[in-house]
Structures are given as C-alpha cells and as structure tokens.
C-alpha cells in the first residue's frame, strides 16, 4: 500500500470557485501547512515546475497530470521517495463542491523500509490541508458576498 491518506471537504463554493483557490498558488500558504510560498514557472499544464519555500529550503514539484476543472496532480521526488498529491474538485450544486486530496507515496531503495513511516508523517503533516483550505476558502465567499444562497423571489 502506497497511500499515505485520502481527505476530502465539502466547501460552501461552486466547482470553479473552488478550482480558481485551489489552483491559486499564491495562497497556497495560507491552507497548506509549513508551505512559506508556492509559485509556479510558466502556465498551468502538465509538466510545469512548482516551486515551494518551507523552512528555509526550496523543493519543486511538477505537474504530472491536470484536466482542468476537476484534476490537478503534483510529484515531489527527494532522494528515493516519490509524493504524488492528487487534488480533486467536484461540483455537487451551483453553490456547493466536494474538494478531495490523495497522497500517494511510493519509496525505492534504502528508504523502501522507512515507507510506513514517511506515510505516517506525511499523513500528520498535509491531512490538514483540506480542512484549512475549506476554511479559506469559504472565509473569502462570505468576505466577498460570492455563493451565498439567494432568497427566491416570490
């Protein structure tokens, strides 16, 4: 078993909405936990870099498979451990949409025997990320006034 966890939130924004803040890297700070900044080299398709800050230290990511709206995956390679982070956005009405995460890790070499563990601290460290995105983006819905149910006219 390769999988570290799978969350998901249902958030109080439309698919788009959702797709737009999540697919916002320059928030990212606020929702993923440790991240200082997150930037990305060139446009939104598969096979760009993602840069990212964390305590001092600079990581990349790539963009391994995007179907815009709906599918994002990012891959972290360190050493002989391999992350692939799947964000899913699923809209369910005009105003509400499920957000799903996977982290699949998978490690090769001397690191294979330490998987269990790597999966459990990744789990501890990014299982949050949903819940803190959930609450970003939701904040900025009502700040803005977007989604909120309107009354029906009579």
């Excluded at 990305?40 to 398709?45: H, I, Q, R, T, Y």
């Excluded at 990012?74 to 105003?95: F, I, K, N, P």
């Excluded at 957000?99 to 459990?120: C, E, H, N, Q, Y």
């Excluded at 819940?131 to 900025?140: L, M, Q, S």
Aim: aromatic letters at 4%; glycine letters at 8%; hydrophobic letters at 40%.
């Amino acid at each position: 078993m390769t999988e570290a966890f799978t969350t998901e939130e249902t958030v109080s924004v439309a698919g788009e909405k959702a797709w737009a803040a999540l697919t916002d890297l320059a928030n990212a700070p606020v929702w993923i936990p440790g991240i200082d900044s997150m930037t990305l080299s060139g446009d939104l398709v598969p096979g760009a870099v993602v840069t990212l800050h964390t305590r001092g230290k600079e990581n990349t990511s790539t963009i391994t498979e995007l179907d815009p709206g709906r599918s994002m995956t990012l891959r972290s390679v360190q050493g002989g451990v391999t992350a692939d982070y799947v964000y899913r956005v699923e809209t369910l009405t005009d105003a509400t949409s499920r957000v799903i995460l996977t982290a699949d890790v998978m490690t090769a070499g001397a690191m294979k025997l330490l998987g269990p563990v790597i999966r459990s601290a990744i789990s501890k460290a990014d299982g949050t990320q949903l819940a803190r995105f959930k609450e970003f983006v939701e904040r900025g819905a009502r700040e803005q006034g977007i989604d909120r149910p309107r009354p029906h006219a009579l």
